[in-house]
Each structure stands twice: as C-alpha cells, then as structure tokens.
C-alpha cells in the first residue's frame, strides 16, 4: 500500500523557519517524482514544489521561490521541504503528493499523504 | 502562467441529479488536465487524469471530456458520497495550476 506521511509542521512566527519532511513507503521511491502542494484555510489547493526522480529536475511556485527548497534522500524514501523567511500567508496545510509517473498523464498526483498544518503568526 | 478558471464555483443537487462542472484553461494545454475530489479535512483524490482517463478504483459515473482550452467533468448520477469539491488541475507544465473549485452541495 502506497504511504506518504509528512511530519514537521508546527507554529512558528514570521521571518521564521520550518522544515517539513514526508516519508514514503509501499513504491520505489526513486522511480516518481514528488510535489507539494499547500491548502491555506478554507481556500483552494495551491501547488508549491515539485522534483524530480534524481533530483534533477526543480520546480517552485513564485510564492515561494527564494524562501523554499525541496530535496529528497532516495536512500530514505524521504521527501523534504525547507521553509524559510515564512509569511502569515505561508500558512497552509501542506500535502506531499506522488505524481502517476506515466507519460501520458503529464503531471498528475495520484497520491497524497494526510497533510501537516504549518502555522505562521505572532 | 496558465490560469485555470472552474465554473460554477458551487452548485446545489440533489442525488440521482446529473452534475456537469467546466474548467477552461488560459492557453491550449491538449488533454493534460486532471480531476480531483476533496472531502473536509481529507486529501484530493484523483478521479480523472489525461482529461477523461478513470483512475482505478473511481466509480464509472464520473467521466471527463475536452482538450485545448475547455474540458468537463461530469457525474451522471450523484450519490450522497459525492458531495465535495472538485479541482481541475493542468498538468501541462510548470508552475502546476488549480482551478479555484466546484463546492457540490446538497439541495
């Protein structure tokens, strides 16, 4: 069974910092690329970063560009997202999402871990 | 950027109704355009990818149609599980975009 669980998420005031981690299991890792994507409260999803296979592919929102990395330990199964300089406006809960992996789906995420809430505020 | 644009943003039914929701792209994206349902507090969940591909497990009342610009989700049959938002998403190239939502509600 596919598994992704992010972990990490808290409260941290602004200018802060926050790292979000999301632990696969149940594929090869190393075979799909992986995206966040944040939901701020009672708004739509927005899609924040996303990488690819080995890395070497990276892709960021301009929301975030600057403030965000995302990296990945595929020898842990591990997806990570450092969060940097937060805003009130990064607040969100943020999902890891695996994409379909197959070519003619393009860039579809098939799976989703359950969320981590990050919270940016005073 | 391409802007997806979703409408209506919510519509009331009542189960057995026929629900039809649109999603139009800001610039032709062929058949990359995907669908997904979320509950409160739960993930999305992929229901359609490829602008009318199933995906495993979703029920065959839902279908997706279009390419280009203008693409259609519709559940031809809505049960009480239905009730949810729908997002498209085109998978076209990056940055990855959403539409702003369908909320399905009760009548």
């Known amino acids: 069974e596919v598994q992704l669980v992010e972990s990490g998420g808290g409260l941290v005031k602004p200018g802060g910092s926050l790292r979000l981690s999301c632990a696969a299991s149940g594929f090869s890792f190393s075979s799909y690329s992986i995206n966040w994507v944040r939901q701020a409260p009672g708004k739509g999803l927005e899609w924040v970063s996303s990488?690819?296979?080995?890395?070497?592919?990276?892709y960021y929102a301009d929301s975030v560009k600057g403030r965000f990395t995302i990296s990945r330990d595929n020898a842990k199964n591990s997806l990570y997202l450092q969060m940097n300089s937060l805003r009130p406006e990064d607040t969100a809960v943020y999902y890891c999402a695996r994409e379909k992996g197959i070519p003619v789906a393009g860039a579809v995420l098939v799976y989703w871990g359950q969320g981590a809430l990050v919270t940016v505020s005073s | 950027d391409i802007q997806m644009t979703q409408s209506p943003s919510s519509v009331s039914a009542s189960v057995g109704d026929r629900v039809t929701i649109t999603c139009r792209a800001s610039?032709?994206?062929?058949?990359?355009l995907a669908w997904y349902q979320q509950k409160p507090g739960k993930a999305p969940r992929l229901l359609i990818y490829?602008?009318?591909s199933l995906q495993s497990g979703v029920p065959s009342r839902f279908s997706g149609s279009g390419s280009g610009t203008d693409f259609t989700l519709t559940i031809s049959s809505l049960q009480p599980e239905d009730f949810a938002t729908y997002y498209c998403?085109?998978?076209?190239?990056?940055?990855?975009?959403f539409g702003g939502g369908t909320k399905v509600e009760i009548k």
């Open positions: 990488i690819s296979r080995s890395s070497t592919y990276i």
């Open positions: 998403q085109q998978g076209e190239s990056f940055p990855l975009t």
């Open positions: 490829a602008a009318s």
């Open positions: 610039q032709g994206i062929s058949s990359w």
